[in-house]
């Protein structure tokens, strides 16, 4: 009963994952020749396993070293920021009965809602030269920035898009620490700055974990918010990796970026599927 | 003084979320009525439905609505049949592989769409998918199998093992206990993924574009020639249309529903 | 041909029935049988095998020995709805989607019956249960005593040869619990259903079995009527699990305890009987004062209709049951044992 989407996940992903890491080896045979005879700067396979020139040139090349830091940054950032929003969100809403608290989680779910080409365009316009932000600051004579087509915009726009998803896991997890659990820490004389980091947060490790690895590996290789609100360059390598397949026509070095995040990724991923066992784990009896 | 203070910067963040999160979609649609803006004015230089017009009279676009609002649909449908029973096996059966196969579709999702797409094209050539229903529908499901697998699982497996067995005490088959418990109780988690794979599906445009166009153009795909090609205001009507299938969905679901049922799929067990 | 007409009488019979679960044997070679109409209990602390011997008689577990036949017919292999057996769950196991109509009416939709036949039948199951009102609710909206009655309704519906009923009081609070034993207890005996209760709550089964089969460790260590349980227990673990048990190294004599290896006395606390030393006469009853147990009160438990004497009697402590008037904590009494019941190596011994 598990194999249907397992054996469609092995033809359609697996299978491309596992041609494109052939072909990132300079591999231009089968499935990859169609590609292969049309694409320019190559690196064909020197020995029986491939080679690794194409790797060296993707790494070396300065403007997609430069890409590849604004991509580590910008994941970062977002992904700090957007576990700090939303974790303030969900605290509000646990310590809150308030019809705002309920109110504002909704809110922060909108964005899931908006298709992320929308999403990005609409910040784009909001954070242009003439957007709102510098309209509504011209209004009391104030030069506002033009975040446009900088890193801050692909933050800005990573931020919106990634937040429901985090505020949902994470509202979930804080939601599931019980009442008396809270009470119990305040009436021991913790502060509510101290419930929440030594009671609240660790009991909500792991949905914490999930939700930022998750924000994060989507942030990691997203292409639709750069390459709407970003510059041209630098750029992420999620952009990089659809010009140098559709414009340039070097689809061995987009295929090797790919690799490069997915490498990133995993890394990333190690630590949710760590978080995922350690729980495991716990539930067993 | 203390408390007020908070108050304040209380009401302060609310105000910015709300900013952040409204003010872009909100400024992108009023300009779907402004006949232009001039900075630094706050309100547009005039009102117009001419943008609306230009929208509805293209039939391209026309085209692009359709083809979403039938690929979506189709998407969650085909997601449902391929992944649901793999959802049953996963919460209710012990089989080796299991935990890899559940964490091989989450490292599947995490590598790089676009690169995926890269040479997935050589495979849709073999196989004669390139501009075909299929090959979209293709694209469109294997976005949603990590969805309609882990939340339904999780749903599966919330149900009690005794109200099965009820209702094999019963005399229900187990076929039966299927279709009369275990589905029904299962139902609200699985509406979550449908939602969830209806969104992606209709957020997909790389590998539609891909596979589709251009004789398959989807909502999101025309989205991105709009914003290059026509002036803003017409950019922001499609943007509005494009998101009333979704907001409608927002307003169908219950919040309460959602959050538990997302959280509970997202970690394997 | 006598042992065929024999077997069809019974209403459970369970012969041989092992259950191993990895290399630990949960149920080790297990014979019960439950004549007709009767109710035999289970009881047993947890883990003793009672709720396993149970699944297996519904059929939600796979015996790896035995056989289980439902009057007269071997149910070993069948699947739990092919077998005429019905079960109320600890927890109920109401389908929380459904009303309690819907719930008591689903046996009898898979049975396909005329649809004025399944309301007759439900209507009738619910007024039995004193149900009728909550018709229409969901579960959830009701009491944890009306669920329990629901579950119960859904299994009675069924007319089933046996009921299989799984601690099926241990959700409801204390006060409730009295009176649902006595309900089902009532229901039971006025429609003849052959039943086996599951309990670890010795009152539940003294008050509603008409035998006990006491389990220990996958065995049943005796089959009884609840009064001769208590009077004539079997083993040391059944006179220690049914009913309250001081337990004293060796053997009496005149009095006295004659420590002896693998010897032990049992006595229920109602035959511990404490006279104050300085009560007039006290020595003369019986024997001489150097050959009675001497103690003194340490502890005074009110009970309610009686007290409960917590006694130390040189480096170990006895309780005693004391109706009416109490002594006083502190007071020197010597102590008579009446009925003690002789155990050697956890096996009785048939001698006073």
């Known amino acids: ?19 494109a ?63 700090l929003v939303a974790f303030g969100i969900a605290l509000y809403q646990r310590l809150s009965d308030s019809r705002l608290a309920k109110a504002l989680a909704v809110l922060a779910i909108v964005p899931m809602f908006i ?74 004389g913790a502060s509510l700055a101290r419930t929440v980091w030594s009671v609240i947060l660790p009991m909500a490790t792991v949905p914490v974990i999930i939700a930022a690895t998750f924000t994060a590996i989507g942030v990691l290789g997203s292409f639709t918010v750069p390459y709407f609100t970003g510059p041209n360059a630098p750029t992420m390598l999620g952009v990089d990796i ?44 | 003084m203390g408390r007020v203070a908070l108050r304040g910067l209380l009401a302060v963040a609310v105000i910015t979320l709300c900013l952040f999160v409204f003010g872009p979609l909100l400024w992108l649609a009023s300009q779907a009525f402004a006949t232009s803006w001039t900075y630094p004015n706050l309100l547009p230089d005039g009102l117009t439905t001419r943008w609306w017009k230009v929208v509805l009279d293209d039939p391209a676009l026309g085209a692009a609505v359709q083809n979403s609002l039938t690929f979506a649909p189709l998407t969650v449908l085909i997601s449902a049949l391929v992944c649901l029973p793999a959802a049953y096996a996963f919460a209710r059966r012990e089989f080796p592989g299991r935990r890899a196969m559940l ?23 073999a196989l004669n998918l390139m501009q075909t229903v299929l090959g979209i529908l293709i694209v469109h499901v294997i976005g949603t199998v990590v969805f309609m697998t882990w939340i339904p699982a999780a749903a599966f497996a919330s149900v009690p093992r005794s109200l099965e067995e009820a209702a094999r005490d019963a005399g229900a088959k187990p076929l039966r206990v299927f279709f009369t418990v275990t589905l029904p109780l299962a139902l609200p988690g699985i509406a979550v993924a449908a939602i969830m794979s209806f969104l992606a599906s209709f957020d997909e445009a790389q590998g539609t574009y891909l596979v589709g166009a251009p004789d398959y153009m989807t909502m999101p795909t025309q989205m991105y020639s709009l914003i290059l090609n026509y002036p803003p205001q017409v950019a922001a009507v499609f943007s509005i249309m494009l998101s009333v299938p979704s907001v409608l969905l927002l307003l169908l679901v219950r919040k309460h529903v959602m959050g538990g049922h997302l959280a509970e799929g997202f970690q394997i067990r | 041909m006598t042992t065929q007409a024999a077997r069809a009488t019974d209403g459970l019979r369970i012969t041989g029935l092992v259950k191993r679960f990895g290399d630990r044997t ?4 297990l014979d019960l049988t439950v004549h007709p109409g009767e109710l035999v209990s289970l009881l047993g602390p947890s883990g003793c095998g009672k709720t396993t011997t149970l699944r297996m008689v519904a059929g939600f577990l796979a015996a790896d020995g035995g056989s289980i036949e439902i009057e007269g017919k071997d149910v070993v292999g069948l699947p739990p709805e092919r077998r005429p057996s019905a079960m109320v769950f600890q927890n109920y196991a109401l389908w929380p989607h459904m009303t309690v109509f819907k719930n008591v009416a689903y046996p009898l939709r898979l049975r396909r019956l005329p649809k004025h036949e399944v309301t007759d039948r439900v209507e009738h199951v619910l007024g039995l249960v004193n149900l009728l009102h909550h018709r229409d609710s969901r579960p959830a909206t009701i009491s944890g005593g009306e669920q329990q009655r629901a579950a119960l309704a859904r299994a009675l519906v069924q007319e089933p040869q046996l009921l299989l009923l799984d601690e099926p009081l241990s959700n409801l609070d204390a006060k409730l619990r009295v009176k649902v034993r006595e309900d089902i207890r009532e229901l039971q005996q006025r429609l003849g259903i052959t039943t086996v209760l599951v309990t670890h709550d010795q009152d539940e089964a003294l008050s509603m079995s008409d035998r006990i089969a006491v389990m220990n460790g996958g065995r049943i260590e005796q089959v009884s009527a ?41 006595v229920r606390p109602e035959d511990v009987r404490l006279i104050p030393v300085d009560e007039p006469g006290a020595s003369a009853a019986g024997h001489a004062p150097q050959d009675r147990l001497r103690g003194r009160v340490v502890r005074v438990v009110p009970r309610g209709a009686f007290h409960e004497l917590v006694v130390e009697v040189e480096d170990r402590t006895l309780h005693s049951l004391a109706v ?26 048939q001698e006073r």
């Open chain 3, 26 to 29: 949960v149920v080790d070679d």
């Open chain 2, 103 to 125: 964490i091989g579709l989450f490292a599947t999702n995490a590598f790089p769409k676009m690169g995926l797409f890269a040479t997935m094209a050589s495979l849709f050539y």
């Open chain 1, 21 to 83: 890491l052939l072909y990132s080896l300079g591999h231009t045979g089968g499935l990859n020749s169609v590609t292969a005879t049309i694409a320019q700067h190559q690196h064909v396979a020197t020995s029986w396993w491939g080679t690794l020139d194409a790797y060296r040139e993707v790494l070396t090349n300065a403007r997609l070293q430069r890409d590849l830091a604004l991509t580590v940054t910008v994941t970062v950032v977002s992904t700090v920021a957007v576990m």
């Open chain 1, 1 to 19: 009963m598990a194999l249907p989407p397992i054996v469609l996940i092995l033809v359609f992903v697996g299978l491309p994952i596992v041609t």
């Open chain 1, 115 to 188: 298709p992320v080409v929308i999403g990005s365009w609409a910040i784009l316009l909001f954070y242009s030269g003439t957007g709102f932000v510098r309209t509504a600051l011209a209004q009391i004579g104030v030069e506002g920035p033009v975040w446009a087509y900088t890193q801050t915009a692909i933050i800005i726009g990573s931020v919106w898009t990634s937040l429901p998803f985090a505020v949902l896991m994470i509202s979930s997890g804080v939601q599931a620490v019980p009442d008396a659990v809270i009470e119990a820490s305040r009436d021991a």
């Open chain 3, 226 to 266: 609840p009064d001769e349980l208590y009077t004539d227990p079997r083993t040391e673990f059944v006179a220690g699990f049914v009913g309250q048990l001081n337990s004293l190294p060796g053997r009496l004599v005149g009095g006295r305890l004659v420590p002896e290896e693998g010897l032990l006395t049992g």
């Open chain 1, 242 to 285: 659809n010009n140098y397949f559709s414009s340039f026509n070097q689809p061995q070095q987009s295929v090797v970026m790919a690799f490069v995040v997915f490498a990133l990724a995993s890394v990333i991923g190690a630590a949710y599927v760590w978080a995922n066992f350690r729980t495991a784990a716990k539930a067993v009896r």
């Open chain 3, 324 to 349: 009416g008037q109490s002594l006083p904590v502190g007071q020197e009494v010597y102590v008579d044992l009446a009925r003690p019941l002789l155990f050697r190596d956890g096996r009785r011994l």
